[in-house]
């Protein structure tokens, strides 16, 4: 049957044998089906069937399949930041009259989520160190869910994902832990008992500073719940966003190699620097980290904190930085710095700072993938005009 033009512009010829190396970009709002009972599994998660972008779609699918794969998860979803990843998945689990543990060391936006907005909803949010997070049924026997991250931001710290997640088991409580830092490649949290790990995929899984993604990988009952929730609260990514995600995932092991191996470097240099008070890397034998860290990564990731005299000294080497970026950002191709209290900790009080342990001359450096000479100069330069 010939159609008008407007049918055959819209509809084009359909080729079911192409055989694409990259999974294709399924650039639609939305699913028609064959008839009306085709509707009959709508709210069903991951079914065979697409409706509607927003509730999933393939390309979507595809991405977070994988993603699961390399976190060693039944499955993944996809969200449009790690934000949303993020407050999606706790309101998943959390009501009002909840109670929530969570460390006192985490990522500035997701510390404003429990101080500022959590509390909004009736949930109650018990902010603990790590040995009170060792000892839940004494700090926090009531709590429904469990929140942290290791290695923490910015300062690298590494808490035992193995004790918390004991903890965690004496009290029953659900056990939810950012991997942003570490990437499933240098660490793989449901191995040790988490039941949800979450990432802001915006960093190493995109390496590429070009997507903002998030991600949330576990049991599928687990996930269930977080599928309903993100229907309703609509945080989906874009189908080009997973497109440019399952790009990046290609060359994740191949740029974590990289990451790992220059920030060791890195590290080491810093140690050796005068003007550098501290160096915080996992890596690094001398860390109080290490043996932890050695206990449960892989490899200690790009990320390190160096501790200069004051924020005016690490407002003066950030500034002559040559190669490296100032950028509030992170786990990218680009060596990038940033000073915690003016980026990614600013929405914290002095309180709250003290708590985390982050001091005004701290600046977080994300190790790129340049020549590690050509890093090693630029920072050498930028400490000697401090
Ligand atoms: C550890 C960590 N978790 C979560 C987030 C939030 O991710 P996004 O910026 O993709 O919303 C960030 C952002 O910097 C982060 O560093």
Redesign the pocket.
Known sequence: MSHGSATQSIHGQRDSHVRPVTYPIYQTAAFAVEDSDGFAHINDYGGEDYFYTRYDNPTIRHVSDKLAQLEHAEACLLFS????A?TTTLMAFLAAGDTIAVSKAL?G??LAFFNNWAPRFGIYVLTLDEEQLYALDQHAPQAKVVYF?TPV?PRCDCLSIRRVVEAAQRIGALVIK?N??ATPINQTPLDLGVDLS?H????YLGGHSDI???AVMGRRDHLAAVFTARKVFGGIPSPHDAFLLDRSLKTLELRMIQHNASALRLAEFFSEQSQVRQVLYPGLPSSPSHAVAREQMRGFSGMLCIELADLTAAKAFCDHLQIALHVA??GTAETLVSIPILT?HSMLNAEALAAARIAPGMVRISVGLENIEDLIADFAQALAAV
């Open positions: 930041s790690g934000m949303t993020i990522y936006g997701t991250e931001n950012d942003t830092f979450i802001s995929a915006t960093k903002t993604l998030g950002h992170l990614s």
